[in-house]
RNA sequence: GCCGCUGUAGCUCAGUGGUAGAGCGCAUCCUUGGUAAGGCUGAGGUCGUGGGUUCAAAUCCCACCAGCGGCUCCA
């Protein structure tokens, strides 16, 4: 028997009048327009009362026995178009989770800021004149709005923008802090710089410059500079500057002229610029780096207990690309008795007795070497031919192509293996940026080797016998096997396995000073400069001799100066724009805030004209969300240790920063560490990628794709192209303004209002998944909410229809069922599932309404916490209606009674032969001969048995039974 | 070429050895003062293909096919 419920605690000011349906529709029904004014009712009241804002440790209303749980999102960069349905995606997802949370009993941390320096607004001013700065405010303002309409609980007072000068401020200073810092290989991890200048002035370090630099000559590294305060002062602050951790190098660069500035190489792909696709040039240029190498181990190491998809994890370390070998010097002979050592790498010092050949890089220094001093056998002309054109070939140009090509060099090497000469080539497959630019060419066993050895007829010497050789052997076996024609005047490594064969050669190389065991990484050091306006000044200047000096913190921030136009600099060679800005580039020491200990403050001097990456504040933003407004430090250190320990618990981002974005956050969490700026090493602990939202379009038979405004439906699922008519194929592919296939997220709220679209994107599919956008499918969830809107509320009064009444046994078990599964699946991060399992006990809520006249309010207020993180507005609404007290968003997460997840029977399928001949009801935890009885009991298995001999009865209690006959 | 992921109803996806499921779509009927709607009922599946293991395979193993993503002369 149900008791009509009391009438709402506060009623709806006005009856919703017409909804985008019909006029005739209930003024109550759950429409877009009643969503539309209940979502704004909500979001205000929860701006208003300040309902997510969390406070940081010591502040008020901070409650330290609650488990904090720091989720965050990757910040978006707040493109003039407004954001698109895939940015939602992964902050709805973000969002339950926290919401969740929340009522479960944590401190939520859950910040959103803005990733605002780049190209395209700078872009926009130099077709427009209009300063960057407003075109980024503008787009930032309306990506709040768009944000702030879906309710999602971000804590709006911690946000924070990287063109802000209060946070680029920071990101200078920590500029500096790596500048000022070295890495100590002994240790393991950086320390400051000046501890490196003291242990030089004390002879505890030895003079000399870091052998690990990428910048400095081998020469130079080979050089023995004695003792330290014996040296003069610019060779000192070479040695310096050679360990630092922020660098000037001069490196072959990816210069991009129709962008006019620098590339990093995840910012380059197949040649072109990753954004605008133009080609990309590569240039000599002096730069910015970061000694990122130097963390190469680190990195690793480190990785390795994150809970970060084991993809990404995988794509991190080859990108890292770590591999043990030997490097290994072999003597070439020049024109006369001329000597030079060529040193190569290999991860195959075993097969040091099939080097039958050597190649050297086109760019590699031996080159230089022959040329000028030749060998008998030397053509000079057809080696600098051939380098020039492979020097001149771009990297789309090298990879076109595979074919081997390469000139001999017409000098030998020494074998020192076998003491026998072989010949030195030159050849384009041999890189530069990799190992030591040279290899000793063992075609035997490595297939580019084997293809070049072909193509110009050289030697092949097979000395790794395959233990098992397949029925078709390849040409080359590049596996692990036994050493063969391996001995040597004073080394034998026959018949060893590979692994001891290249730890005896290994042993015999350091023994006799030809070589030592070297680790070598993929990894490279990271470019930091761009040509650009909008990004952060460097705080560095230069005297007149060329020397760098940091800007003090007490100076920063330097603040970006004005300009008159922002055209990049017409130039064959790469110039920063900010040259243009004379007054502020030409400055003195004092002024520019140098400490005047490093330099006196009337020194005239020059400001860094490069301007940081995309990347720089995007390094640390998470950190900043911790302690945003803080004016004396990056971080406050009681902040960073409480929310920042384990790293953030959940970072919820697109897999396309595999390597960028999260390699580099880990480099600067990592160094900032050590420096004793941070408690925590690694910043993200757990990291999960949403997948792409893609939509549809359509194809031609060439793979182009066409937009869909230019396609029609000739017939039943048959497409053509309008304007020629010939047969496209619908394919689903990433939205795109040129493929017309771009779904705005504020119409679809528009019509449906915010909870619908949240429950629409999580119901797509797993969040990993990559999924098509449809449309149609929208009304789904809508529908969804309007029958459990309808479950608990009178569509014609408004007021809530619940009953006192006890829930029948089924719907209770169903609902501390739904209570365990939809929590399991928040955790689990399977948000799809989760609304299945609300929409099934909507169903069972349903028919009881159906039979007993309303709905158990002890199941309606439990359904309701369970909706919430899904759908926040219409869950605040049904809360109130229900009469509680405070916030659905504040109130406790349910809890399921286990007991009630025991069924009493279960229903087991009896299989005779392994095909199901009946269903039988047996009560839960029946053993094996209960069950087995009762199924033998049952007509219809008695029927497909046949009176034929049972050989077998298989039961799984439970479960199932299969009957096995003669 | 290498690595990874995916392949289940028309569509999008759950289901990790033991009864093939959901939402949308589709069909039938009901309601016609809830109607760009609600409800009832239903149809629809060689679980990519082939082999193997097992009493039993969508699920485990092997091979192959297709699609998607990433890497790509890394010595």
């Given amino acids: 028997m149900s008791t009509p419920s009391t009438p709402p605690a506060t009623p709806p000011a006005t009856p919703p009048t017409a909804t985008t349906a019909t006029d005739d529709a209930p003024p109550f029904r759950y429409t877009a327009k009643l969503a539309g004014e209940l979502e704004g009712k909500w979001q205000a009241r929860w701006a208003a009362d300040e309902t997510f804002r969390v406070p940081n440790p010591g502040q008020p209303g901070f409650d330290a026995s609650r488990p904090k749980f720091y989720c965050l999102d990757m910040f978006p960069y707040p493109s003039g178009a407004g954001l698109h349905v895939g940015h939602p995606e992964g902050y709805t997802a973000t969002d339950i989770i926290c919401r969740y949370k929340r009522m479960a009993g944590f401190n939520v941390l859950h910040p959103m800021g803005w990733d605002a320096f780049g190209l395209p607004a700078e872009q926009y001013a130099i077709a427009t004149g209009v300063h960057p700065s407003i075109t980024t405010k503008d787009a930032i303002n309306n990506f709040r709005r768009q944000l702030q309409r879906f309710g999602f609980c971000y804590d709006w007072s911690r946000e924070v923008g990287t063109i802000d000068p209060g946070y680029y401020k920071w990101t200078q200073w920590a500029f500096v802090k790596l500048y000022d810092a070295w890495f100590d290989a002994a240790a393991g991890k950086a320390r400051p710089i000046s501890e490196l200048a003291a242990a030089f002035e004390a002879g505890q370090h030895p003079a000399r410059f870091n052998p690990q630099a990428a910048e400095i000559s081998d020469t130079d590294k080979a050089r023995e500079l004695g003792v330290w305060s014996t040296l003069d002062a610019a060779t000192r602050r070479g040695v310096i500057n050679s360990y630092r951790l922020a660098y000037q190098g001069t490196t072959t660069v990816n210069w991009c002229p129709k962008l006019g500035t620098v590339l990093a190489n995840d910012e380059v792909i197949d040649g072109r610029s990753e954004r605008g696709g133009h080609p990309v040039l590569r240039k000599p240029l002096k730069q910015w780096m970061f000694r990122i190498t130097a963390y190469a181990q680190r990195l690793l190491d480190q990785l390795e207990p994150l809970a970060w998809p084991e993809s990404t994890k995988t794509i991190q370390r ?33 097969t040091i007795f099939g080097a039958t050949y050597m190649v050297v890089a086109p760019e590699h220094p031996l080159v230089e070497a022959v040329l000028a001093s030749p060998g008998a056998r030397t053509d000079a002309a057809k080696v600098i ?13 090298r990879q076109e192509s595979k074919e081997k090509t390469g000139v001999d060099l017409g000098v030998d090497a020494i074998n020192p293996a076998t003491g026998k000469p072989i010949p030195v080539w030159v050849a384009d497959y041999v890189l530069m940026g990799y190992g030591t630019g040279a290899i000793m060419a063992v075609p035997a066993h490595d297939e580019r080797d084997y293809e070049f050895a072909k193509a110009f007829v050289l030697p092949v010497v097979e000395v790794v016998r395959d233990p098992a050789p397949p029925a078709k052997p390849p040409a080359c076996f590049a596996g692990d096997g036994l050493a063969m024609n391996s001995v040597g005047p004073d080394l034998d490594i026959n018949t060893l396995p590979t692994q001891q064969a290249k730890a005896k050669v290994i042993d015999w190389l350091a023994q006799t000073g030809r070589g030592k065991r070297r680790i070598n990484y993929k990894l490279r050091d990271w470019t930091f400069s761009r040509q650009r306006y909008w990004g952060e000044p460097f705080p560095i200047v230069f005297d007149e001799a060329g020397n760098h000096y940091p800007v003090s913190p007490a100076a920063l921030p330097v603040l970006l100066p004005q300009l008159a136009d922002y055209a990049p600099i017409e130039s064959d060679d790469p110039q920063p724009l900010l040259a243009k800005a004379g007054p502020w580039v030409r400055t003195t020491a004092g002024e520019a805030g140098v400490d005047p200990v490093l330099l006196a403050p009337s020194t005239p001097v020059t400001r860094e004209c490069n301007t940081m990456p995309g990347s720089a504040g995007s390094s640390w933003y998470f950190l900043r969300f911790c302690d945003p407004a803080n004016s004396a430090a990056m971080i406050d250190p009681q902040a960073e240790r409480y929310w920042m320990a384990g790293g953030v618990d959940l970072y919820l981002g697109g897999a396309e920063h595999a390597v960028g974005h999260l390699l580099y956050s880990r480099f600067w969490t990592s160094a900032l560490a050590d420096l004793g700026v941070l408690s925590t090493a690694e910043p993200f602990g757990k990291l999960f990628h949403q997948g792409m939202i893609t939509s549809s379009a359509y194809q031609r038979a060439d793979k182009t794709i066409i937009a869909t405004d230019l396609v029609h439906e000739a017939s039943e699922g048959r497409f053509v192209e309008r304007a020629t008519g010939e047969t496209v194929t619908p ?28 429950l629409y994107e999580m119901a797509m599919g797993p969040l990993e998944a990559s999924k098509p956008w449809n449309t149609k499918d929208i009304i789904g969830p809508f529908r969804f909410l309007q029958r459990l809107w309808r479950s608990c509320v009178d569509e014609a009064t408004g007021t809530l229809r619940v009953g006192e009444q006890p829930p029948t046994e089924a719907l209770s078990r169903l609902l501390h069922k739904t209570i365990a599964g939809v929590t399991a699946d928040i955790n689990a991060i399977a948000l799809h599932t989760g609304i299945s399992k609300l929409i099934e006990l909507n169903n069972e809520l349903t028919r009881e309404v ?49 007991a009630m997840l025991v069924e009493s029977t279960v229903e087991v399928p009896v299989q005779v032969l392994g095909k199901i001949k009946a269903r039988i009801n047996v009560p839960a935890g029946a053993d094996a001969a209960t069950t087995e009885a009762m199924a033998l009991a049952e007509p219809a298995v008695r029927a497909a048995i046949a009176g034929k001999p049972i050989k077998k009865v298989i039961v799984v209690p439970g479960k199932m039974v299969n009957i096995l006959t003669g």
Avoid: C
């Avoid at 591999?323 to 006369?336: D, H, K, N, P």
């Avoid at 109130?880 to 997460?893: C, E, F, M, S, T």
């Fill in 318 to 350: 080859e990108w890292i690309g770590k591999s043990e070998g030997a490097e290994i010097e072999f003597r070439v002979g020049l024109s006369g008795q001329t000597q030079v050592a060529l040193t190569v790498f290999t991860t195959r010092p075993d």
């Fill in 850 to 898: 159906a039979s007993a006249g309303a709905a158990p309010r002890a199941v309606v207020e439990v359904m309701v916490r369970l909706l919430a993180p899904y759908a926040p507005h219409m869950a605040e609404e049904l809360w109130q209606k229900l009469n509680q007290r405070g916030l659905i968003a504040d109130a406790p997460w349910p809890i399921h009674d286990p």
């Fill in 731 to 758: 394919i689903v592919t990433k939205m795109s303004k040129r493929f017309k296939n771009v779904v705005n997220p504020d119409e679809v709220m528009e019509q449906f209002g915010a909870d619908t679209f949240r």
């Fill in 385 to 397: 031919a051939y380098v020039r054109e492979a020097r001149n070939a771009s990297d789309v140009e």
